[in-house]
């Protein structure tokens, strides 16, 4: 093991005694543990030692969660019944009273308790799931509508910016440091192609007619847990919660809830979108959601899943000509995989087009 997890456990102010610590979850971002005490009484816990490369400023993005998770345990507490400890994330404090610490190579970790008995899916084999994590992430947004203070800061600034994702590709293929660009002609097409139409969400938020809520902005379905009976439990990697569109959050739950494949399957005959799992996302979505959203907001819910596919299959194409900088990988062609199976999912959903606005207006 390349860090001492005991030693960095240490810092932090837990219960129980360190067990053991092992690698834990496929996100694509931090350095992820799971910390096992000895005791059974006592909680497990998730170390993160966080990737400060792509999160530039760890004291702002800490105080992002501490606000948003002293909010969502407030709401809890008035809700009979809940479990807090389950459905939102507990950061612990380390000894300093910081919720991060700084070890001695200057590493960024923080330390969460680790939800006991949930489910995470990578993919979604059932409607009864997906309208579950439709639920989850519309009772996110809703419990957050209302909290109080500044607008939280951007932990990464322009992240669903398209006009900004589409002028670094192209930067990129320019420079194209690592001598791929050559190779990726008819990806760079693909996308180049839907260019225009994808810039018509940060259209209508110019122009005051979608409001910036503050939203989650990672809603990949791994980020949803369920409970041991699959219903909605906890939304965690709140990294990115910050100012946003109901879009972003709407698009990237469908990217991978309804997707039949796997983010990087190979086998691209494989990778569609799922209708029955958009309408069963959809509706759990829109029952907590349902009264909040203007027309506008309705009207584009359908558009969302597109931009947001097309949004990450730009980001990974970028990612593989500008040499792996980014996203987390496994290969050497893994970024080009991501980027084609999300671009023949994009396809696929252009396809469905019609028939996912008709849901949505069925629905609202
Ligand atoms: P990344 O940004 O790298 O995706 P996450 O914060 O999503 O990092 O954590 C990675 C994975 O670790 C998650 O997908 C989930 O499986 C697991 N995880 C994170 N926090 C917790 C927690 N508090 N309890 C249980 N599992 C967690
Ligand atoms: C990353 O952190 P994780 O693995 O849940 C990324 C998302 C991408 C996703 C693609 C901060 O999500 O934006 O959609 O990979 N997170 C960040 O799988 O860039
Ligand atoms: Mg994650």
Same mark, same amino acid.
């Given at each position: 093991?390349?860090?001492?997890?005991?030693?960095?456990?240490?810092?932090?102010?837990?219960?129980?005694?360190?067990?053991?610590?092992?690698?834990?979850?496929?996100?694509?971002?931090?350095?992820?543990?799971?910390?096992?005490?000895?005791?059974?009484?006592?909680?497990?816990?998730?170390?993160?030692?966080?990737?400060?490369?792509?999160?530039?400023?760890?004291?702002?993005?800490?105080?992002?969660?501490?606000?948003?998770?002293?909010?969502?345990?407030?709401?809890?507490?008035?809700?009979?019944?809940?479990?807090?400890?389950?459905?939102?994330?507990?950061?612990?404090?380390?000894?300093?009273?910081?919720?991060?610490?700084?070890?001695?190579?200057?590493?960024?970790?923080?330390?969460?308790?680790?939800?006991?008995?949930?489910?995470?899916?990578?993919?979604?084999?059932?409607?009864?799931?997906?309208?579950?994590?439709?639920?989850?992430?519309?009772?996110?947004?809703?419990?957050?509508?209302?909290?109080?203070?500044?607008? $939280?800061? /951007? #932990?990464?600034?322009?992240?669903? *910016?398209? =006009? %900004?994702?589409?002028?670094?590709?192209?930067? &990129?293929?320019?420079?194209?440091?690592?001598?791929?660009?050559?190779?990726?002609?008819?990806?760079?097409?693909?996308?180049?192609?839907?260019?225009?139409?994808?810039?018509?969400?940060?259209?209508?938020?110019?122009?005051?007619?979608?409001?910036?809520?503050?939203?989650?902005?990672?809603?990949?379905?791994?980020?949803?847990?369920?409970?041991?009976?699959?219903?909605?439990?906890?939304?965690?990697?709140?990294?990115?919660?910050?100012?946003?569109?109901?879009?972003?959050?709407?698009?990237?739950?469908?990217?991978?809830?309804?997707?039949?494949?796997?983010?990087?399957?190979?086998?691209?005959?494989?990778?569609?979108?799922?209708?029955?799992?958009?309408?069963?996302?959809?509706?759990?979505? $829109?029952? /907590? #959601?349902?009264?909040?959203?203007? *027309?506008? =907001? %309705?009207?584009?819910?359908?558009?969302?899943? &597109?931009?947001?596919?097309?949004?990450?299959?730009?980001?990974?194409?970028?990612?593989?000509?500008?040499?792996?900088?980014?996203?987390?990988?496994?290969?050497?062609?893994?970024?080009?995989?991501?980027?084609?199976?999300?671009?023949?999912?994009?396809?696929?959903?252009?396809?469905?087009?019609?028939?996912?606005?008709?849901?949505?207006?069925?629905?609202?």
């Amino acid at each position: 093991m390349k860090y001492d997890l005991k030693e960095i456990f240490g810092y932090f102010t837990s219960e129980g005694t360190y067990s053991n610590g092992e690698p834990y979850g496929s996100g694509h971002i931090h350095d992820t543990f799971r910390v096992e005490t000895c005791e059974k009484d006592k909680d497990n816990y998730i170390l993160q030692r966080l990737n400060n490369n792509i999160f530039k400023n760890i004291p702002e993005l800490q105080h992002n969660i501490e606000r948003v998770t002293i909010h969502l345990r407030n709401k809890l507490q008035s809700i009979p019944g809940s479990n807090i400890k389950r459905e939102c994330l507990s950061l612990i404090p380390a000894r300093d009273g910081k919720s991060w610490i700084v070890d001695k190579d200057g590493n960024y970790w923080r330390m969460y308790i680790f939800i006991s008995n949930h489910r995470s899916y990578n993919i979604v084999d059932s409607p009864d799931k997906a309208y579950e994590g439709g639920k989850a992430i519309g009772r996110f947004q809703a419990m957050l509508a209302d909290m109080p203070g500044e607008p $939280l800061f /951007e #932990t990464i600034p322009f992240f669903h *910016d398209i =006009e %900004k994702r589409l002028q670094t590709l192209n930067q &990129k293929i320019t420079e194209d440091p690592v001598g791929r660009a050559g190779t990726v002609g008819k990806e760079i097409d693909m996308v180049l192609q839907r260019a225009e139409e994808m810039k018509i969400i940060l259209k209508l938020g110019k122009e005051g007619k979608i409001p910036v809520r503050i939203t989650h902005n990672d809603t990949k379905f791994n980020n949803i847990l369920l409970d041991e009976n699959d219903k909605a439990l906890c939304v965690i990697d709140l990294d990115t919660v910050m100012p946003g569109y109901v879009h972003y959050d709407f698009g990237d739950a469908i990217r991978t809830a309804a997707n039949t494949a796997a983010e990087d399957e190979t086998n691209l005959t494989k990778v569609n979108m799922d209708i029955n799992l958009f309408k069963a996302y959809a509706k759990g979505y $829109l029952s /907590e #959601t349902g009264k909040t959203l203007n *027309d506008v =907001e %309705k009207e584009y819910l359908a558009f969302a899943p &597109k931009l947001i596919t097309y949004t990450i299959a730009v980001r990974f194409l970028t990612d593989f000509i500008d040499g792996d900088k980014y996203f987390k990988i496994h290969h050497e062609l893994h970024n080009i995989q991501r980027a084609r199976a999300q671009l023949k999912l994009v396809m696929s959903m252009e396809e469905q087009y019609d028939e996912m606005k008709k849901i949505i207006r069925s629905l609202t």
